[in-house]
C-alpha cells in the first residue's frame, strides 16, 4: 500500500507534482511545519536537499553540531517523516523524503 510519503508524479510537461493523493491532515501539516521551525532541523532539510543521501555524522559534522545533537534533531524529522533513515553496519544514512515536502507545501502553489 503506497503512503502520501511516497508517491511523486511527473506530469509530461515535465516537472514534478504531488500525485492525487489523500490530502495531508492538518495536524499531519501542523506537525511537518513545526519540525521545519526549528532552525538545526531546517539547516538539515536543506543540507540533504543538496544531496541525495548522507550519514548522520556526515551531517553533523557538515552542521557543525554534535552527533548527540543532530540524532536528536533527525530523529524529530524522522518521525514526521521527512528524512528516511537506512543503517548500514553501523552507520545511518539519511535522505529526504522528497514527496513528502512537496505535497506539505502544494496547497501554498499557485494553480497553473
Known amino acids: 500500500m503506497s503512503s502520501p510519503k511516497d508517491a511523486l508524479n511527473h506530469s509530461p510537461s515535465g516537472s514534478s507534482q504531488v500525485s ?58 524522522i518521525t514526521v517523516g521527512l528524512v528516511k533513515a537506512r543503517k548500514q553496519g553501523q552507520t545511518k544514512f539519511l535522505s529526504l523524503n522528497q514527496p513528502l515536502l512537496q505535497q506539505c507545501y502544494a496547497p501554498f502553489q499557485p494553480d497553473e
Not at 499531519?28 to 548522507?54: G, H, N
Open 20 to 77: 492525487a493523493l489523500p490530502a495531508l491532515s492538518l495536524e499531519q501539516r501542523v506537525k511537518l511545519f513545526a519540525a521545519l521551525a526549528d532552525p538545526t532541523r531546517l539547516r538539515i532539510v536543506e543540507c540533504l536537499m543538496a544531496q541525495s543521501e548522507a550519514s548522520g555524522s556526515a551531517l553533523a559534522k557538515q552542521l557543525d553540531i554534535s552527533l548527540a545533537l543532530f540524532c536528536h534533531h533527525s530523529k524529530t524529522l
